[in-house]
């Protein structure tokens, strides 16, 4: 299965909305890493520490079936990214995960 870098970007009032619904959120992820198909997910930090986005790189069927997995997720829902977008990447390191991927 092809990777994809799910990147949001966090709007005005990001941190306030990212706190009501950041236990929605890691739950919209559960299943994939359930299945073994996260190879990073976690925030994006401004030079301070403080969350301004999100960085998701997971394996999914498609481009179609990533995309529908990113506008699902809670903090697309609701709002907490001002932007966001869904690329195919492909994975160089570790080897192991890119020499079995091609």
């Keep these: 299965m092809p ?3 799910f990147i949001g970007r966090d709007g005005e009032e990001g941190l306030e909305r990212r706190k009501l619904h950041r236990e929605a959120h890691l739950e ?3 299943d994939l890493e359930a299945a ?3 190879r990073h997910a976690g925030p994006l930090l401004d030079d301070s520490g403080r969350p301004i986005g999100s960085l998701i790189v ?3 069927p498609s481009l179609e079936h990533a995309r529908a997995h990113a506008a699902a997720d809670p ?3 609701h709002q907490v990214f001002e932007r966001y977008e869904v690329r195919e990447t492909k994975v160089v390191f570790p080897k192991q995960c890119s020499s ?3």
């Design 75 to 77: 903090y697309v829902v």
């Design 3 to 5: 990777f994809y870098a």
């Design 58 to 60: 997971f394996e999914a």
């Design 28 to 30: 919209s992820l559960r």
């Design 36 to 38: 073994g198909r996260i």
């Design 100 to 102: 079995a991927r091609g």
